[in-house]
């Protein structure tokens, strides 16, 4: 199972961008996708996050700002990030909850991708 995470870029303050989480390989049941943010000399955060079933929660800072949203049939999440601050610059990971078959049964795993930097600029 691979995690490609995608979208980022540099953007001035008060623009958008959207990120792309996209999960391959395998068989499998997605339960819950995080988008998680890392800034430069701060741990790492979540942003926000859906399940398979659609029911998202966001943290406080992005809140009317960012919007998680989750294309089942293609198994991609996205993050819709919207009125983009400087403080919004990190490289942003997305996590996965699966359901992963094999053998006949289903295991449960998490996966991380690789991070997608993006800088807003003031």
């Known amino acids: 199972v691979q995690l490609q995470a995608s979208g980022g870029g540099l953007v001035q303050e008060g623009g958008s961008l959207r990120l792309s989480c996209a999960v391959s390989?395998?068989?499998?049941?997605?339960?819950?996708i995080y988008w998680y943010r890392q800034a430069p000399g701060k741990q790492r955060e979540l942003v926000a996050s859906?399940?398979?079933?659609?029911?998202?929660n966001s943290a406080g800072s992005v809140k009317g700002r960012f919007t998680i949203s989750i294309n089942n049939a293609k198994n991609t999440a996205y993050l819709q990030m919207n009125s983009l601050k400087p403080e919004d610059t990190a490289v942003y990971y997305c996590?996965?909850?699966?359901?992963?078959?094999?053998?006949?049964?289903?295991?449960?795993?998490?996966?991380w991708g690789q991070g997608t930097q993006v800088t807003v600029s003031s």
């Open positions: 390989g395998g068989i499998f049941s997605l339960n819950a």
């Open positions: 996590n996965a909850d699966l359901s992963i078959y094999d053998s006949g049964s289903f295991y449960s795993r998490n996966y």
């Open positions: 859906i399940t398979g079933g659609g029911i998202t």
